[in-house]
């Protein structure tokens, strides 16, 4: 061997054994290495070989000419001469095009978007709801499940596993690695496998301000701006953003949401292998996703695990030999026990939230709140948008719900088990199609139930169906069912405004089956309605009487005479019930067939709770933004207006409470707390309905078939609603002292007791008292300026046959001095003087309400009565009578066999009036009314 070449020969292991700082590019695909100490020195290059074994060099004279020393050869010129012109020519070549790349360079960076920072802020951000405690119930995401930390709560280690894998030089360069672009560019033409060359500040603006095309001019212009960006912001600033835009799998951005869906942790809780799990996913997601490796894929021959094992012993051999672990803690940190990765998510389970109905309502407050907030119409488009951006903005939402409550009613409605049966027992389960031929069973009846604190009107629970869903947005009967809320009306639609418009709960309507003036039938002419039953009329009668027993006919008398329509439509309105929950109708209004929400009639009845003044219902009370700005202040906001008087809220939560202490609402009693409320029936049993409250809070309860179909023909708001109002309500109030709904005496609320007639609601003489009918006198309470100031005008003192109930002739032997009715000119009831409803007056009233003197006794007309026929066919006569006079009642006036039975009651009257009527004649008259009813 020459001795140049052995001289070379030595000097060559000092490249050899040159040490270097360690370059991921090393280890990529040496995994199976484990090194045995540091490796970390820069020794410099020492040329310092001896070198006087060389000949020495000749000397020419300094000359731009030097005499050859050898003949040329012609061939070997030749190819001498071409190759040199051809490196001319590839120069040239080379310069041109280098000419040519760096225009397109200056191109691609001329068109680059500009640097927009508030773009890397502006980040897709999971969104919280919280309870009314301040308890986390869900999150609210989109695609991108992100919640941004600040590079502080990041561990040190986990900041730098990132930047060991993926950028190694990441605090010395400035946005653009040069040495490891050209290291990728070799180590992917001489190996098999792909090495990227972005550094950390490149990746964030992919990530962030371009697509991930790939294209050289996407590269340029990332290199580009990620100088820029290394100009502006710091390094942590940068690495901070980073960590928090990075996909790391499923749905998680960021370190934040990766830590607690993979291993249920917040992010300083986790081991260092953990942080090199996180590190290592980065760079394929789903092909190292820890959870997919561990426990879902299955391939024979395939060690799934290894791939997420050996991929995070990498990330753990680049964190050792850039010396940001130590070799004891890197040997510790291979051990797979040291990290553990949850089956599943524990933050979506089966991707359903908690008390869903209230959540989903609150969202879609939250929407509306959106849409207010920028001036945006009321749109699909315009609420889609307002969802998406609840759902990327990371807001956090507090909303009013008790979680206490809102489980306790729904557990109560779900484990009820005395709901009423069908009348068809076909329609017991309703079966929807899923479109893939399956099917969805739905069992009926169903409920929906609201609990309100009406002093705030925060809403503390919405139940919208008896089962709580495990679907998202199912239907919520809570606030979007339209069913008929029955006589539950009553109270916030008649009495209330009769009240406030100057009636008292002692005020007299006519509970007699007596046309209505704009009642109208299906064929256009007065009429009323009929009490529950069919029957139940009780001649005049008070308004706290008529509501007590919700009497239909008293009701809509009241309505039609006290309140009108429109009237009724207007307080409604002002209790935040709308239109297309109102059937503007007289039945509509005193019967209850409007559709309105168990929200509305709850909030309604919380308006006569809180005395009189109207709180809009609020599920979210605050929502602040990403930065922690309010930017929603639930209160601050919240509608509020006087409806009622103190005075009139005060007498109807009266009366309220009589109607549950002896009323139909006795079965929602609750011991030892003050209760009031009013059932509701739908027609023909197709749903009932309970709305009531304490001195915590108001509720209402609907319970029904969701194609309204007929419930069992015996039930009833009393017997179906009420019962399981109290059910809940009875749990929720465990604990609590009793508590007036509305504190203070009477006079506090300017009322004063006035002694009234119980027929002519004037005040009371002692003809009132003595009554011939019984009706007597009634003692309630006036607002200060509403009570009567006339004496009675229908009440006269006249001798009553004790016998007949008759003014007395002069046959009569059994006489008192009693109080008999005479209406008066100009009083309402004298259009039915004369008329077919003459009788009715006279059951009611008395005979001489009608027929004055000539009414008199026709039991007694001679001194010689028969004695045997009043002691035996007489009473069984009047009997029959009066249940003729109540089948009357229930007919229509205008048909035949009204016809023939009214005919055949006064004959058997005019029988029963002789002075001696024969048993014959008392037999066949008695015949033809049995005949006549049983033919109707």
């Known amino acids: 061997m020459p001795l140049c070449q052995s001289a070379c020969k030595e000097a060559s292991p000092l490249k050899k054994n040159r040490k270097r700082r360690f370059d991921t590019a090393d280890y990529e695909n040496a995994q199976d290495r484990t090194p045995e100490g540091p490796v970390f020195t820069d020794d410099a290059w020492r040329e310092d070989t001896d070198v006087s074994f060389l000949p020495e060099e000749k000397v020419y004279p300094r000359s731009i000419f030097r005499p050859r ?4 050869n012609f061939i070997l010129s030749v190819l001498v001469n ?43 951000q999971t969104s919280f709801i919280y309870d009314a405690n301040g308890n986390l119930i869900t999150e609210y995401k989109g695609i991108e499940n992100r919640v941004m930390v600040s590079i502080e709560a990041m561990p040190t280690y986990l900041q730098q596993a990132f930047v060991a894998v993926e950028d190694a030089r990441f605090y010395t360069h400035d946005g653009v690695d040069l040495k490891r672009i050209v290291g990728a560019f070799v180590s992917n033409l001489t190996s098999s496998s792909t090495q990227g060359g972005s550094t950390i500040t490149q990746q964030l603006i992919k990530n962030t301000l371009l697509s991930s095309e790939q294209s050289y001019k996407r590269k340029i212009q990332e290199a580009y701006l990620a100088l820029q960006l290394e100009t502006t912001y710091s390094k942590d600033e940068i690495l901070e953003c980073y960590l928090n835009t990075i996909w790391l799998g499923e749905s998680y951005y960021g370190v934040q949401t990766a830590a607690e869906g993979y291993f249920g942790k917040q992010l300083h809780e986790l081991t260092l292998r953990e942080c090199a799990i996180l590190a290592g996913t980065c760079n394929s997601p789903y092909y190292y996703n820890p959870r ?75 929407i509306d709140i959106f849409l207010e907030l920028r001036g945006l119409a009321d749109t699909p488009a315009n609420r889609s948008a307002m969802e998406n951006e609840l759902r990327t903005g990371g807001y956090r939402v507090q ?76 239907l919520n009967r809570a606030v979007d069912m339209k069913m008929p809320v029955g006589s539950s009306i009553k109270p916030i639609a008649v009495y209330a405004p009769a009240i406030e418009l100057g009636a008292s709960p002692a005020s007299i309507v006519s509970n007699m089956p007596l046309p209505i003036a704009g009642w109208k039938d299906n064929k256009g002419r007065d009429s009323w309605p009929t009490n529950y039953g069919g029957s139940n009329y009780a001649g005049p009668q008070t308004l706290r009487k008529a509501l007590v027993n919700s009497h239909n006919t008293a009701a809509a008398q009241t309505l039609m005479t006290m309140v009108g329509v429109q009237r009724s439509v207007d307080f409604l309105h002002r209790m935040g019930i709308d239109d297309d929950h109102i059937d503007a109708t007289p039945f509509g209004l005193s019967l209850g067939s409007s559709g309105i929400t168990p929200l509305q009639m709850t909030a309604a009845f919380g308006t006569l709770a809180n005395g009189g003044v109207y709180q809009e219902p609020i599920s979210v009370l605050g929502i602040s933004d990403s930065e922690g700005n309010v930017v929603w202040d639930g209160h601050a906001r919240q509608e509020r207006r006087r409806v009622f008087s103190e005075s009139t809220a005060y ?107 119980a027929v002519s609601g004037q005040l009371a003489t002692s003809a009132c008292r003595n009554d011939a009918m019984d009706y007597g006198t009634v003692t309630d309470y006036w607002a200060a300026g509403t009570e009567p100031t006339v004496h009675c005008q229908m009440h006269t003192t006249a001798r009553i046959c004790i016998d007949s109930g008759m003014t007395a002739s002069a046959y009569c032997y059994n006489v008192e001095e009693r109080g008999v009715v005479s209406i008066p000119g100009g009083h309402p009831l004298q259009q039915f003087l004369g008329t077919q409803y003459e009788d009715v007056l006279a059951e009611y009233l008395g005979a001489s309400s009608v027929y004055g003197t000539q009414g008199r006794c026709t039991w007694h007309t001679s001194y010689q009565e028969s004695t045997t026929v009043e002691n035996t066919l007489i009473p069984d006569a009047l009997m029959l009578l009066a249940q003729a006079q109540n089948q009357l009642i229930t007919m229509d006036v205008y048909s035949a066999a009204y016809s023939n039975l009214q005919s055949a009651v006064t004959n058997l009257q005019y029988v029963i009036g002789q002075s001696n009527p024969s048993q014959s004649e008392l037999a066949i008259a008695m015949a033809m009314v049995t005949q006549a009813m049983a033919g109707y």
């Open 69 to 72: 020393v050898k003949p040329p």
């Open 82 to 124: 071409t190759v040199r012109i051809l490196a001319v020519l590839i120069l040239v070549g080379g310069l041109a095009l280098v000419g040519a790349v760096a225009g397109i360079a200056k191109g691609y960076v001329e068109t680059a978007p500009s640097l927009d920072l508030a773009a890397l802020d502006e980040q897709a």
């Open 292 to 366: 997919r490796n561990y426990y879902s894929r299955e391939k024979e021959g395939v060690d799934y695990p290894a791939i997420t094992n050996n991929r995070t012993d990498y990330v753990l051999r680049c964190m050792y030999e850039n010396q940001f672990i130590t070799y004891e803690q890197y040997q510790e940190a291979l051990n797979p026990a040291t990290a553990n990765v949850l089956r599943t998510d524990p933050n979506t389970g089966s991707g359903m939230y908690a008390h869903a109905h209230y959540v989903e309502y609150a969202v879609s407050e939250v």
């Open 399 to 474: 909303l009013a719900i008790d979680p206490n409550i809102q489980q306790t009613v729904q557990d109560t409605i779900a484990n009820w088990t005395k709901y009423p049966s069908l009348r068809d027992p076909s329609d017991k389960v309703i079966r929807s199609s899923n479109g893939d031929g399956t099917y969805v069973e739905t069992i009926q009846p169903q409920a929906a139930a609201v609990v309100i604190d009406y002093h705030t009107g925060e809403i503390k629970a919405i139940v919208g169906s008896r089962n709580e869903p495990t679907v998202k947005k199912t």
């Open 651 to 757: 007498l109807v939560v009266d009366m309220l409470t009589d109607a549950v202490k002896s009323g139909t609402g006795t079965s929602a009693k609750i011991s030892g707390q003050t209760v009031a409320g009013k059932t509701g029936t739908n027609s023909d049993q197709k749903g009932v309905f309970f709305s009531g409250m304490t001195g915590y809070y108001a509720s209402s309860i609907w319970v029904g078939h969701d194609n309204y179909k007929a419930l069992s023909s015996k039930t009833t708001g009393s017997s179906a609603a009420a019962p399981l109002w109290q059910a809940y309500m009875k749990k929720i109030h465990s604990g609590l002292g009793n508590k007036a709904i509305l504190d203070g005496d009477p006079s506090a609320y300017g009322l004063t007791k006035v002694t009234t007639c």
